[in-house]
């Protein structure tokens, strides 16, 4: 790997990583409201392949970590990651493992597909039960169900569709890419 590759994937690493929270911060209002994170989840897993898409996830997740406000409503800090929806924002590094040992094995485009959808069922399942039990710890007895009512069943069908949109666009900005 020549000097000029490896300058250029640290950039698309980086650019990657503030797309997601770009995404973090557009909001489309609902009784629960939706953000695009989890497009720009998909799209960098997508553009940039599995090892250096989960990597842009650890890099957005670092920068919201030291104080950078890329998480939705911008905030940033160890108190969202801690707080009752910080585990959905760490599952989404879930989401990039699973990924990493399965696109190896994926032949097509609905195979990539199918591993992100699973991949997002185990950020909703690790969310959930870190939103339960830091609920709890708060004091607010909350169920793993009435959580999964709370915090996924609104979102299900809205994250499909982010997934399909990271695809389309995905396919169109590869060509720019290489």
């Known amino acids: 790997m020549t000097e ?53 996830i650890v890099v957005y997740i670092l920068l919201g970590l030291v104080g950078i406000p890329v998480f939705s409503s911008f905030q940033a ?15 989404f590094i ?3 493992i699973l990924y990493i040992f399965c696109e190896p094995l994926c032949r097509n485009g609905w195979q990539k597909n ?21 609920m709890a710890g ?6 793993f169900l009435s959580g999964l009512m709370t915090c996924v069943v609104p ?5 499909l569709v982010k997934l399909a949109a990271a695809e389309l666009v995905s396919r169109r900005v590869k060509k720019w890419i290489k």
């Open 138 to 143: 708060r004091g607010r007895s909350v169920t």
């Open 4 to 56: 000029r590759t490896k300058t250029k994937d640290l950039i698309r690493i980086a650019v990657m990583s503030m797309i997601i929270g770009v995404c973090a911060w557009i909001t489309i209002p609902m009784p629960v409201p939706f953000t695009l994170q989890i497009f720009g989840v998909f799209a960098a897993l997508k553009l940039l392949g599995a090892k250096k898409g989960t990597l842009s």
């Open 94 to 96: 879930i989401m990039g």
């Open 114 to 134: 199918l591993t992100l959808v699973i991949g997002l069922f185990f950020c909703y399942l690790f969310g959930t039960f870190w939103f339960s039990s830091v």
């Open 77 to 91: 800090g160890p108190a969202v990651l801690l707080g009752p929806t910080g585990g959905y924002i760490i599952g």
């Open 155 to 159: 979102f299900i069908i809205p994250d």
